[in-house]
């Protein structure tokens, strides 16, 4: 097989989170990309994780007078752009070069849950936000993953169903990070409840605790009811 021929098919790493995005040309032309200039796919996943930290950190510095939030929004969501074209392009790029490392899982599961916390903790100290919102969103997010791999040890296969997964928690925030980056502060509507403020990043964290919530009693029932059917019933 020659070597152009090689990457000429498309690139879907098996046994990973069903991402249609895989599919478009475009993700296969920049995983190629990658591949022919040997780029690691363990940086690629890395450089993901670096872009979630960077949109935490944008995020929780929105609330600080001196600096421009509407700004540092568009900053955040840069940050969880390049996080997530960091979860899609690190197992197109192992699957396509052939390059797996056996710290891949590793390496695609702990930098997911450093970025998953960096935002949405920075999401509760945002502009808008709720500090102990933002730690409770993070709980659940570690708890939703720790949740589909333990169902992995159990042997049942490995549920990415939501309604609040990994992408849908990156796209809540991604667009009322965008909102508060392209609309005036006037825009955004905030509620007291007694002596607390929510503004929409408040709400948007709220919704992922909840969907969260349901997300893990989802898969665990999945989880059960595929690992019940291992162990023969007792008459």
């Known amino acids: 097989m020659k070597p152009n021929q090689a990457i000429s ?3 879907v790493a098996p046994e990973r989170r069903p991402m249609f995005t895989r599919e478009w040309n475009i993700s296969q032309r920049f995983a190629r990309w990658l591949i022919a200039r040997n780029v690691p796919p363990n940086a690629i996943s890395l450089a993901g994780m670096a ?7 944008a995020l929780a510095a929105t609330h600080l007078p001196p600096l421009l939030p509407q700004a540092l929004f568009l900053l955040a969501v840069a940050g969880i752009v390049v996080r997530g074209m960091g979860n899609l392009l690190d197992g197109m790029v192992a699957v396509g070069s052939g390059k797996a490392s056996p710290f891949g899982e590793l390496f695609n599961e702990i930098p997911d849950r450093v970025a998953d916390i960096a935002i949405l903790v920075g999401a509760g100290y945002a502009a808008g936000g709720n500090p102990v919102l933002g730690f409770i ?5 570690v708890f939703v993953a720790y949740v ?3 169902g992995k040890v159990t042997g049942a296969a490995q549920y990415y169903c939501g309604p609040m997964a990994k992408p849908e928690r990156m796209v809540v925030v991604l667009l009322i990070s965008l909102y508060c980056g392209l609309m005036p502060a006037s ?5 007291q409840i007694g002596n607390q403020h929510f503004g929409l990043m408040a709400f948007g964290l ?3 605790v909840l969907g969260g919530i349901v997300t893990v009693f989802r898969r665990l029932k999945r989880i059960a009811g595929e690992v019940s059917k291992s162990y ?3 008459k």
């Open 148 to 150: 589909r791999t333990e």
């Open 137 to 141: 969103a993070a709980l659940a997010a």
């Open 51 to 57: 872009g979630g930290i960077v949109a935490g950190l």
């Open 206 to 208: 709220a919704v992922i």
């Open 187 to 191: 825009w955004q509507p905030v509620v």
């Open 232 to 234: 023969p019933v007792q």
């Open 9 to 11: 098919t498309p690139i």
